[in-house]
């Protein structure tokens, strides 16, 4: 095995424990709301502590990959992990839990930036894509870490044991993998502690990034409503348009690069904003299970190719480090993910479901169009224009 392969298996090894630790906490939310006895209203302002932390820590990331190297802020985001997830299970009021899931939310995009900045550098000494696979090995850990939350609760575990059981695997693992870890400084100039504004590239990736995670959020949070209230599936299968959108995303980035590489960034991401439009409209022309869940797996093939590929695009930036490039896309990606799923539901008091999921479908075109529009923006370096 050459070096490269294993620092590749390291750094994969690490996405998937990054997947792990918030797929963990996801998992036994319920029985935090049991323990703190919280109604629906507290519980979601709780859980607005998490995307707090972690949109104030996206100029942090940046500024720190930038000063201090991308390994460092990889193994400190890791102690983070290490620290605040078991501090959720531990926690013992409410004075205590929320800090420790602002802290945790601030850990999840330290990490975040941190890593893809790490995949860049590996995927320029590869000369080609390999971004994908490190997005797909996230998304099969959110899997592995609903199936452990699964067992845990079945067994009686308690969260606290749970996340300690988790975080020590992350500092375990940690400590194996640090030693191939790129160790790379970033060059040129800026980084300071502000999100500095995108050039034309930055712009428009960032806005194919938006409406991709504009997509992925109303995916993620009415999957199960739409297959409930339009498709009106039996109560036992109301679940099967989200495994069949998530198993969709996940396979599709694995795959991702292979395709990538093959016919080039632009066209993937064409193809890909048309695949979502037409998954989408599918499933609101015709709201039967079949074509219903054939529809939400073509918006999960749609949506899994687009964040690799923007971060891979941005992160070549040839006015920003890829640290600060990776924050900018990030933190506008990530307005997309806030601001689909309440936008759906007011759509849908407004108008209908059905009306929601047109505008998420018309989002998805989008995607192409912008994939068409002058395209040499997309060009910032070899690996990109592949």
Same mark, same amino acid.
């Not at 941005?314 to 990606?333: F, W």
């Given at each position: 095995m050459t070096l490269l392969q294993k620092r590749r298996i390291a750094l994969g090894s690490l996405f998937f424990l990054a997947g792990l630790c918030f797929a963990s906490w996801a998992s036994r939310i319920p029985d935090i709301q049991v323990k703190f006895d919280l109604s629906e209203s507290q519980l979601g302002s709780l859980l607005l502590g998490l995307p707090v932390g972690s949109v104030l820590a996206l100029p942090l990331a940046g500024w720190a990959v930038h000063r201090f190297g991308s390994r460092i802020v990889v193994l400190l985001s890791s102690a983070g992990y290490i620290v605040f997830l078991p501090l959720i299970g531990f926690s013992e009021s409410l004075w205590m839990l929320v800090p420790v899931v602002f802290f945790f939310g601030m850990t999840g995009n330290l990490m975040n930036i941190s890593l893809n900045t790490q995949a860049l550098a590996l995927e320029d000494n590869y000369g080609r894509n390999i971004l994908g696979s490190f997005h797909g090995t996230w998304s099969l850990a959110g899997f592995t870490g609903a199936g452990i939350g699964a067992i845990m609760i079945f067994l009686h575990v308690l969260p606290k044991f749970h996340y300690l059981f988790v975080a020590g695997l992350v500092l375990i693992v940690t400590f194996l993998v640090q030693s191939l870890l790129v160790d790379e400084q970033s060059s040129g100039g800026g980084g300071g502690l502000v999100l500095?504004?995108?050039d034309d590239m930055l712009l428009r990736i960032g806005s194919i990034s938006f409406l991709g995670m504009l997509c992925e959020g109303c995916m993620f949070d009415w999957s199960g409503v739409y297959f409930k209230k339009v498709v009106e599936i039996e109560a036992g299968l109301v679940a099967l348009g989200y495994?069949?959108?998530?198993? *969709?995303? #996940?396979? @599709? $980035?694995? &795959? *991702?690069? $292979? +395709?990538?590489?093959?016919?080039?960034? +632009?066209? &993937? !991401?064409? /193809?890909?904003?048309l695949v979502i439009f037409s998954g989408l409209i599918l499933s609101v022309l015709f709201p039967v299970p079949i074509v219903a869940t054939i529809g939400f797996l073509l918006v999960g093939f749609g949506v899994a190719s687009i964040i690799p590929i923007a971060y891979s695009t #941005?992160?070549?930036?040839? !006015?920003?480090?890829? @640290? +600060?490039? !990776? *924050? /900018? &896309?990030?933190? &506008?990606?990530?307005? @997309?993910? !806030?601001i689909g799923p309440p936008l759906i539901g007011f759509i849908a008091d407004l108008l209908s479901l059905k009306a929601s999921f047109t505008l998420v479908a018309i989002a998805g075109l989008g995607i192409a169009v912008l994939s068409t529009i002058k395209t040499d923006v997309f060009y910032p370096g070899k690996v990109a224009a592949k």
């Open positions: 500095r504004k995108p495994v069949s959108f998530m198993g *969709a995303m #996940a396979s @599709g $980035r694995f &795959i *991702a690069d $292979r +395709v990538t590489n093959k016919y080039g960034k +632009v066209l &993937i !991401l064409r /193809i890909s904003g #941005a992160g070549r930036s040839k !006015l920003y480090p890829p @640290g +600060v490039s !990776l *924050a /900018i &896309i990030s933190t &506008i990606s990530f307005f @997309g993910f !806030l």
